[in-house]
């Protein structure tokens, strides 16, 4: 029994590892951590483990007879390997490619900016220059005939975002590997021969513009500034150049960017976009959406003298114009500050900075016509792109504005605003306690769930509420409006649940089922950790949904996809053939079935398998009440031979139980001639003849520390009580099984309903069939959990000597309200 007992221990602590490391990995998912594919790793190489602990010690625990959980074990932790090992592969592709063959659909071949130009230009007819794109194949190419297709992933692995000190390290090594690789001359001979067709098709030699063009790159993500770019360069030096923007990948800011914005190792490709320099005379970006009012219908323009890079870097403060798109052009308002300096190309390649022209240091860069160009362009882009575009510009000597660039505008999100509470203080609240696990804001109906067909009608639009947690209330989940409960843990698997369906829900409230009247109109704001009084409008209206830049990244969908194999639940309802090991689907469902048949496992002990485990040690308690006891460890003071005393018990749960059990008035010791204590509780001949065989009067106890099983007989009645209580919240049960007992069933059936309804009163979950009994509550503090096996001591004895009593009824009614006057100080 001990090494049953230390199986269970292990079972349990493990569970809780799982638990924990589910609610770390889906917390991920907000958006508001940093995280890499080493994150991911480690945590299913722990979830691995712990799970397989799980199953390890179940199957110790049932003598190997779930050695199917194994099977689907094996089954799920080979599907996420295989999420884990999928690789995006770079797509066999020609070295380069005319910009005028290109759309946004070709992302992973030439990436995001060498695309979203083909894009604007082939498929939108907005003005951008000719050019063309070095592909991520011809990247591939370049690190095969280097050999360092393995060799870089394996230089990338060496850091994480948790240890940035070698991140300057790791970059040096990465840069020096770069510029002593060779560019191979199939690649080069395709450079300067795209080259020589770009003069055919420009009519012209110009000089150039290469600027990085990686995946990812102005897609979902922006990486702005974080590659390099060369301006204004003669046809001699692209491939030079071409390898310094490949290093540029590995620069320490770029590595921090890709890590922190969730890509994988794997994952990055540089393409390379190369167009004609533009001899611009001004340049700038627009916003198709001001960031911070992107209700507003107008269009945001910046502007300088030159090139654009110093309206992109910060370097002097650009003319600034808000246009209005209806009626297109209107100039909403503008700044037009003095630009001292700007930077212009020069004859013989590269740029410069000089001094603006004192004519043109406070004048606009830009015409009413221009403006109006550019709103129109910025509402031809948005209604393609569907979203809000960061746009670059120029403005050639000719006057003719170009288009260089347009990527996805990062709208930020509002959010809920960390320190002190918000509560609106013209409604009433009726409660601001407990742990919010899942944010948001809902309004509805109170609907208390006391069993489980409370969630059979339940209505859409309610706001479910409940003493504990239950992973049962998946079912309704989807139209529940909030969730509160007086206990659970965060988490929990309930926890879980509500964070997948975004059901705005707290926990722990601690009054929420005292406080909260069923068919009470109530507004949830699992934002500010409040419950108002009646809906509260404002609180309801539309919010701007919440956003996740990193949601297309890699690493991020990576994530997503292993959860799906692990959080899901569908094993819900024990009693139903489904919940088995073959049903098992996710590492929640292995879980899930193996908490609950551990505690089958646990509750399986009978006298039987106690006497064979070997020599038992007597309770001497001075009452009239025979009772074995198993010390696990810890359960017992040490020192004891034969008997020991009620004080030399050391178990949590069972003084707690004893102290209810011993303040009931007992029946006095056995009268002489009575065989045993059972003809104290059964009285007349006729109640013999109704039941079977009387129970012996022995009953048996297992303690540890934390642990208690007590199977309790006494004449006709047997009992069992099952806890575990331990400042570990997630571990604590208390499982109470009443059934037989020795009386007319009439008798029997009334001191059931009895027995029910003060359960029910003691929010409970419970089932009952016939005569039996079965409740069960969980994951409460320990105080709680205490306070709660002292009214199961006065329950067990209370209902034993009621079987001549209860003869009517009415006195069914009478009986339930005195034991709450008389043993829990409340009335029924």
């Known amino acids: 029994m001990a090494e049953k007992y230390a199986h269970f221990q292990r079972l349990l602590a493990a569970n809780n590892a799982v638990l924990a490391l589910m609610s770390d990995m889906e917390e991920k998912l907000s958006g508001d951590f940093l995280f890499d594919l080493q994150y991911i790793r480690a945590s299913v190489s722990q979830l691995a483990e712990e799970t397989g602990a799980i199953v390890n010690a179940l199957n110790a625990m049932g003598d190997h007879r779930y050695e199917g959980l194994i099977h689907s074990f094996r089954q799920i932790m080979g599907e996420v390997e295989d999420v884990l090992n999928r690789r995006r592969e770079i797509p066999v592709a020609p070295l380069v490619i005319p910009f005028k063959a290109l759309n946004l659909e070709m992302a992973e071949t030439v990436g995001g900016k060498s695309a979203n130009l083909g894009e604007v230009s082939n498929r939108v007819g907005l003005p951008a220059p000719a050019g063309f794109a070095i592909s991520t194949y011809a990247y591939k190419l370049f690190l095969d005939y280097n050999q360092l297709t393995t060799r870089i992933p394996e230089l990338l692995g060496f850091w994480s975002l948790e240890d940035l000190d070698s991140l300057a390290e790791v970059s040096e090594k990465l840069k020096v590997i770069i510029n002593q690789a060779q560019v191979p001359p199939e690649l080069e001979a395709a450079i300067q021969e795209a080259y020589e067709e770009l003069c055919l098709q420009v009519q012209d030699r110009p000089f150039v513009a290469m600027r990085s063009s990686a995946v990812g790159e102005d897609l979902t993500l922006t990486f702005a500034g974080q590659y390099a770019s060369y301006l204004n360069l003669a046809p001699t030096e692209l491939v030079r150049r071409y390898k310094d923007i490949v290093a540029s990948m590995f620069t320490p800011r770029a590595l921090f960017y890709y890590k922190n914005k969730g890509f994988k190792e794997e994952e990055m490709a540089m393409g390379v976009a190369v167009q004609p320099m533009i001899n611009a005379k001004a340049s700038g970006v627009l916003f198709t959406r001001q960031p911070e009012a992107v209700d507003q219908d107008a269009v945001l323009i910046n502007a300088v003298w030159g090139l654009g890079k110093y309206a992109v870097g910060g370097v002097i403060n650009p003319d600034h114009y808000l246009v209005s798109y209806h009626p297109p052009g209107r100039v909403i308002e503008q700044s037009i500050p003095a630009k001292e300096v700007m930077l212009i190309n020069l004859p013989q390649g590269g740029v410069r900075e000089v001094p603006v022209p004192p004519e043109k240091v406070h004048s606009p860069c830009l015409t009413p016509g221009h403006l109006k160009q550019l709103a129109e362009w910025a509402a031809t882009l948005e209604a393609h792109y569907q979203r809000p575009q960061d ?253 020991v005393r009620p004080e030399q018990i050391t178990s949590i749960p069972f003084k707690a139980f004893w102290q209810g059990l011993t303040t009931m008035r007992w029946p006095q010791a056995k009268p002489a001639g009575v065989p045993s204590l059972s003809s104290v509780f059964v009285k007349s001949e006729e109640e013999v003849a109704q039941g079977a065989d009387p129970y012996r009067d022995q009953s048996y106890v297992v303690l540890s520390e934390n642990y208690m099983n007590f199977s309790i007989r006494l004449g006709y009645h047997l009992s069992s009580v099952e806890a575990y209580v331990s400042d570990q919240i997630n571990d604590n049960y208390i499982t109470f099984t009443f059934r037989g007992g020795g009386s007319t069933p009439e008798r029997r059936e009334r001191r059931a309903r009895l027995i029910e309804a003060i359960i029910d009163r003691m929010d409970l979950n419970y089932q009952r069939q016939g005569d039996t009994i079965e409740a069960r509550l969980g994951k409460y503090p320990p105080e709680e959990m205490k306070q709660r096996l002292v009214l199961f001591g006065k329950l067990t004895l209370y209902t034993k000597q009621l079987d001549m009593v209860l003869f009517s009824e009415g006195i069914v009614d009478w009986y339930i309200k005195d034991f709450f006057r008389e043993h829990v100080g409340v009335r029924a």
């Open 391 to 643: 746009v670059e510009w120029a403005l050639d000597l000719e006057d003719r504005l170009w288009l260089l660039q347009s990527r996805p505008l990062q709208v930020p999100v509002k959010r809920v605003i960390q320190g002190k509470p918000r509560t609106l203080k013209q409604y009433r609240v009726l409660l601001d306690q407990g742990n919010v696990v899942c944010r948001g804001v809902g309004a509805g109906p109170v609907v208390i769930v006391r069993r489980d067909d409370d969630l059979r009608n339940f209505p859409s639009g309610g706001v479910l509420v409940a003493r504990n947690t239950s992973p049962k209330y998946v079912t309704v989940m989807p139209q529940a409006a909030a969730i509160i409960t007086d206990a659970g843990s965060p988490t929990g698997h309930m926890a879980l649940l509500a964070r997948e369906f975004q059901v705005p829900t707290i926990l722990n409230t601690g009054i929420a089922t005292q406080v909260l009247q069923p068919g009470q109109e109530v507004t949830v704001d699992a934002n500010y950790n409040n419950v108002y009084e009646g809906v509260i409008a404002e609180l309801l209206e539309p919010q701007a949904a919440k956003k996740d830049v990193l949601a297309d990244s890699p690493v991020f969908q990576t994530l997503k996809a292993v959860l799906r194999k692990v959080i899901p639940l569908n094993l819900i309802n024990p009693q139903s053939d489904t919940f088995a090991p073959e049903g098992c689907r996710t590492i929640h469902d292995i879980v899930r079935f193996s908490h609950e048949f551990s505690m089958r496992e646990m509750f399986k002990l009978t006298e039987n398998e106690v006497q064979r485990r070997g020599e038992v040690v007597d309770l001497d308690s001075g009452l009239p009440f025979k009772v074995c006891i198993l010390d696990l460890g810890g359960g017992v003071k040490r020192g004891w031979k034969r008997k």
